[in-house]
């Protein structure tokens, strides 16, 4: 997440006193000129209407082919072996109190 910048230009100040209220702003350079600043959408098309209708792909497309793109290619990072060895301690710890644990099993089974 980018943060917003703050200042004189991105304001907008001069310009929104030049467009005045009740005018249109989204037609004056300047918004056109920061237009990508403030949000950078990952799957809205900003072009023309008639050029994206043309390229044939819908939001709704473009957002189905990242999920699955993402479902089929993210991998897990797999856990550093101390923390993998701090669960498993904890799992143990759980596995006795509750008497469940695997050695209790195992000696369970060689004395049946």
């Excluded at 030049?18 to 037609?27: C, N, Q, R, S, T």
């Amino acid at each position: 997440v980018n943060g917003i910048p703050v200042n004189d230009e991105t304001l907008s100040a001069d310009a929104i006193k030049e467009v005045g209220i009740f005018k249109d702003y989204l037609a004056h350079d300047d918004t056109y000129k920061h237009r990508k600043t403030q949000s950078q959408p990952k799957f809205m098309d900003r072009r023309m209407r008639p050029d994206w209708e043309a390229s044939g792909t819908d939001i709704y497309q473009k957002a189905l082919e990242h999920a699955r793109h993402v479902l089929e290619t993210h991998k897990v990072p797999e856990l550093p072996e101390d923390v993998r060895s701090t669960i498993r301690s904890i799992i143990e710890e759980a596995e006795e109190e509750r008497g469940v644990s695997e050695k209790k099993r195992q000696k369970a089974a060689a004395g049946a």
